[in-house]
């Protein structure tokens, strides 16, 4: 496919390792950690606070609550080269990223996280917003199977596969990363590009 597509990409858990984040805060915050802690990594929920123990679910909201946790995000790895390479193909490339409310300084955290990784002028290309189907595109990378109003999208939604989305998977494409974004293109052979006269 050689023609120019406008590429959404979702910030947590897709290029920032969100889940690694707010374990090592959860440590940091709670240094005598039970022995029946059930960790936050490899999860297979996408709801982090279910069948979790009361001790624990304070736990990990306070910190998701925390000011500065989307900040301190360390890139998942290949994630950054894939979106340099997006865009040295000729590709519109934006981060399209919802906000989490609980927290006072997410939204602010994950422009700084974009401008220290990819530089001043990604942080021009971020999009945060509560409804990712507003934001038109071609194709939309998320780790969330379940986007609420999906098929009045513009765009078509590639799952980047994690644990808590084993389920979620069934009529989605998916690949194991971003690195793989290539893969996902041959896929998609009669996308109606936005750019493309009717």
């Known amino acids: 496919m ?34 029946d802690w059930t960790p936050i990594v490899g999860t297979t929920r996408w709801d982090l606070l279910a069948d979790r123990p009361r001790s624990q679910q304070q736990a990990i909201s306070r910190a998701m609550s925390t000011s500065g946790l989307f900040a301190s995000l360390e890139p998942i790895p290949g994630a950054l080269e894939a979106l340099r390479e997006m865009a040295a193909e ?15 300084t997410c939204a602010s955290d994950k422009l700084a996280w974009v401008t220290r990784y990819l530089g001043n002028d990604w942080r021009h290309k971020v999009v945060i917003t509560d409804d990712k189907t507003i934001v038109r595109g071609d194709i939309l990378f998320d780790d969330k199977g379940s986007i609420p109003r999906r098929r009045q999208a513009s765009w078509t939604q590639v799952l980047i596969e994690q644990p808590h989305n084993v389920n979620e998977r069934l009529g989605l494409l998916s690949i194991p990363s971003l690195a793989n974004w290539r893969v996902a293109l041959q896929f998609l052979p009669h996308l109606t590009l936005i750019g493309d006269p009717q």
């Open 90 to 104: 000729g590709h519109d490339v934006h981060i399209v990223t919802s906000p989490m409310s609980s927290n006072p």
């Open 2 to 35: 050689s023609a120019q597509l406008r590429i959404l990409v979702d910030q947590d858990e897709v290029i920032a390792a969100f889940l690694p984040g707010l374990e090592r805060l959860v440590e940091e915050q709670n240094p005598r950690i039970p022995k």
